[in-house]
């Protein structure tokens, strides 16, 4: 079992910056690939970025990447999503997630955290 938590979600205005964190306890975070997902009201969750296990390669979707950057840090069990240049079209709950490779489907991940509300004023 890997538990997963996240934080840093907020309210910020159009133009903004937020760094979402994910801490994760119980297996080795290290063995895991990584994601974060999003779902805004009324909307399936979508992918956001992943990143592998070792952090040498990152996957984006074309809505944030330039904008986004996914990261991790091993030796302190923890997943980051830096969140740059925020439009009101960001705001959603974000989760993070756990998995086996790092894949743009939610239904290969593993583990979720319980999602940090992000919310991007104009």
């Known amino acids: 079992q890997v538990q997963l938590v996240e934080s840093g979600g907020g309210l910020v205005q159009a133009g903004g910056s937020l760094r979402l964190s994910c801490a994760a306890s119980?297996?080795?975070?290290?063995?895991?690939?990584m994601g974060w997902f999003r779902q805004a009201p009324g909307k399936e969750r979508e992918f956001v970025a992943a990143?592998?296990?070792?952090?040498?390669?990152?996957y984006y979707a074309d809505s944030v990447k330039g904008r986004f950057t996914i990261s991790r840090d091993n030796a302190k069990n923890t997943l980051y999503l830096q969140m740059n240049s925020l439009n009101p079209e960001d705001t959603a709950v974000y989760y993070c997630?756990?998995?086996?490779?790092?894949?743009?489907?939610?239904?290969?991940?593993?583990?979720w955290g319980q999602g940090t509300q992000v919310t991007v004023s104009s």
């Open positions: 119980g297996r080795t975070f290290s063995a895991y690939a």
């Open positions: 997630a756990a998995g086996r490779v790092a894949t743009t489907r939610p239904n290969q991940y593993d583990y």
């Open positions: 990143i592998n296990w070792s952090g040498g390669s990152t």
